[in-house]
């Protein structure tokens, strides 16, 4: 009786171990997200190329849509886009609205405390758009006296706004989107306009007689996953699905297909801002 006893106490361990094991052990990438089965992924889709609404279709389409859909095939999940305004995006992460931001967020030093990311998969940093042929702008002190336009509260108006600090005096444009940013400089409004650099290489193909990438630039801020403070489970499953789609090259030609180039390889991870 006593043998048996043991006997039954010890399946009873082994099966609860199993349990526990099935349950609440190894966990999979579908239970680390708001919706089971879902990637929620919050974007503002109006900063081509990275996403933006295609006239044709109506789709979301863009850099950071493609990956974010290659990255959603890699943890076996549905990947579901959120539109949302860029000055209530990381609010929207913190209130967990969606998963994580895909919509061209640059690494900085002020929002590194702040949020998880996966290490950098496009190089960028605030490069100064002029119109073809001026070359009055050659460094960030030549802004001196100019109009400057930016996307509000973007990395580009935080550059702009540290860089008059110091002392180069110039009038800060604010505009709602990029897009009024690059037609208020079309129109004559403001002498320059301060953006990521993917955004400068894809109106500047688009629109070479209106628009050129000066030779001066303000920072570096590589563009990564943003994900909610504390949730590294996600961060550690979205950096595992990153890597292999870098390994796999498709990174590279989503670049290469929105950018014409690939800014995915050897990436200044130094932030300067």
Sequence with gaps: MKKFAILFVTLLLLVSLLAGCGGGGATTSKDLTITPGKLTIGTEPAYPPMEFIDEQTGETVGFDIDLAKALAEELGLEVVFVPVAWDGIF??????KYDAIMSSVS????????FEFTTPYLANGQVIVVKPGDQSVKTPADLEGKKVGVQFQ????????KHMASGVNFE????DSVDLAFLAMR???????????????????KYPDLYEISSASLTNEPISICIK???TALKDEMQKALDAV????KLSEISVKWLKADYTQNIDTELRE
Excluded: F, H, W
């Design 91 to 96: 609010i929207g992460l913190d209130t967990e």
């Design 172 to 175: 800060l444009i604010q505009y």
């Design 229 to 231: 403070k504390g949730n």
């Design 107 to 114: 690494m900085t030093n002020e929002r590194l405390p702040n």
């Design 154 to 161: 973007t990395t580009s108006d935080i550059a702009c706004q």
């Design 246 to 249: 870098i390994e796999d090259g």
């Design 187 to 205: 129109s004559g409004n403001v002498n320059t306009i301060v953006v990521d650099m993917a955004v400068a290489i894809d109106y500047v193909g």
